[in-house]
């Protein structure tokens, strides 16, 4: 479920690309807020506390300005994955009570019958659920399904109080036969060398 963790930030006042370099080179991540009606607000937010809040992406996080707190969740997290950093994020403001829709990781267990292999059709679904109860994961259960199965959206374990935004009979996953490929001899395979023979001078 998502932690709540509070961040103090400061109101963006300079902009432009030469200002955004600037505020990360001081260790700030320049941000904006989106939400409930009001016009966007502009912040920068200390880099290293920030980052390591939204390593789960339906972080909740509460940010401080000149003592007002406002609930936010990321909702685009642009990232330099050359210096493993992140350049901007954009917050939408939520409330306690609220129901968001999130994209959230889909966790297999169990093993799927011999022989066979199991394909993962969505790596993450939409749920609905609280704003300040959001799942880090759901589950599926393989165990023993046989070829031709699918698992479907109905077979999606939710946490209580969450559901699922796609169809009943959406395929999420497929379990397939195991197929192994025949890849031939390799060449020059069983076949004997002949060591060269020293030529007459």
Request: charged content about 25%.
């Amino acid at each position: 479920m998502s932690d709540n963790t509070k961040i103090q930030v400061t109101l963006r006042e300079d902009f432009g690309k030469g200002a955004s370099r600037q505020a990360r080179r001081d260790g700030l991540i320049p941000a904006v807020v989106y939400g409930h009606g009001g016009d966007p607000v502009h912040l920068l937010m200390p880099a290293q506390q920030t980052s390591l809040a939204v390593r789960n992406p339906n972080a909740l996080l509460t940010v401080v300005r000149d003592g007002q707190e406002h609930l936010v969740l990321p909702k685009a997290i642009q990232r330099n994955f050359i210096k493993q950093t992140i350049d901007h994020l954009d917050l939408i403001v939520v409330q306690r009570g609220e129901k968001v829709v999130v994209d959230v990781w889909v966790h297999v267990e169990g093993e799927a019958a011999p022989g066979t292999t199991f394909n993962l059709e969505e790596a993450s679904v939409p749920v609905l659920a609280d704003a300040t109860q959001l799942p880090e994961s759901v589950t599926i259960n393989i165990e023993g399904r046989t070829a031709g199965e699918h698992v479907f959206g109905a077979d999606v374990q939710l946490p209580a109080g969450s559901t699922l935004e796609l169809a009943d009979d959406y395929v999420i996953a497929t379990i397939s036969e195991l197929t192994v490929q025949d890849l031939g001899e390799t060449e020059g395979e069983g076949e004997e060398t002949a060591a060269a023979e020293p030529t007459e001078g």
